[in-house]
């Protein structure tokens, strides 16, 4: 299957301070990526969706001030939480699709564990 | 919006015996249903996926089935390994993908 990765794998930041995180398509160019938080225990949430070169769509609820979405290349999406807090605390995972159609498959990347002092 | 819903919760069972989970979907539309496994701190892994033309599919010890009229599809895994234990989590998907709350399966040896 395809390869996704993310960058870092954990990161403890203190309150206020903003954090960024790279998602990475490693063997295709994804069209569309994809951010999910995920609480302890609890299923995945899409926070928003990315397509190369535009702006991206952002889920109800979710600040798009607060998180900054940037889709620059085929390959490449980053998601940085502004002036974090502890209730940013979460495991943020990203998934990347080959086409921009519906029902494409996602692979997901390893996650990335936050933690705001 | 689509709507998915995962049963049991909480799944538990011998090695060597059969596990199944079940999900249920709201929107018809839906054609696509991915299933996840996510061992503890890792992203989740696809490990098998149904679109609605198909009503069943197998790959080794694992199936999924899909009933569209019903609008539920299933997972089983056959002669279940410890290695099998983790949270697994159904999707379904239309313009984007929704989730199920996860099932978290114990295999024990």
């Known amino acids: 299957g395809a390869v996704v990765s993310q960058h870092p794998s954990r990161v403890i930041c203190k309150s206020g301070t903003s954090v960024k995180i790279e998602c990475r398509s490693l063997?295709?160019?994804?069209?569309?990526m994809f951010w999910y938080r995920q609480f302890p225990k609890q299923s995945l949430m899409l926070m928003a969706t990315?397509?190369?070169?535009?702006?991206?769509?952002?889920e109800q609820g979710v600040e798009k001030d607060k998180f900054l979405i940037n889709h620059a290349s085929l390959t490449l999406s980053t998601l940085t939480v502004t002036s974090a807090h502890p209730e940013d605390s979460s495991f943020y995972i990203c998934?990347?699709?080959?086409?921009?159609?519906?029902?494409?498959?996602?692979?997901f990347g390893p996650g990335t564990r936050l933690l705001v002092l | 919006g689509e709507n998915v819903e995962q049963h049991p919760s909480t799944l538990s069972v011998q090695e060597g015996d059969s596990a199944v989970i079940k999900c249920t979907y709201s929107?018809?539309?839906?054609?696509?249903f991915p299933w996840y496994k996510q061992e503890l701190g890792k992203g989740p892994q696809l490990i098998i996926d149904?679109?609605?033309?198909?009503g069943e599919k197998k790959d080794q010890r694992i199936a999924v089935t899909l009933n569209k009229t019903a609008k539920h599809f299933s997972l089983h895994i056959t002669e279940t390994q410890p290695e099998d234990s983790a949270v697994y989590f159904c999707?379904?998907?239309?313009?984007?993908?929704?989730f199920g709350a996860g099932t978290r399966l114990t295999v024990k040896p």
């Open positions: 999707a379904a998907s239309i313009n984007d993908m929704r």
């Open positions: 149904i679109r609605s033309n198909v």
């Open positions: 990315s397509n190369e070169g535009s702006k991206a769509t952002y």
């Open positions: 929107d018809s539309a839906s054609n696509y």
């Open positions: 063997d295709f160019q994804a069209t569309t």
């Open positions: 998934s990347a699709q080959w086409g921009g159609s519906p029902g494409e498959t996602q692979y």
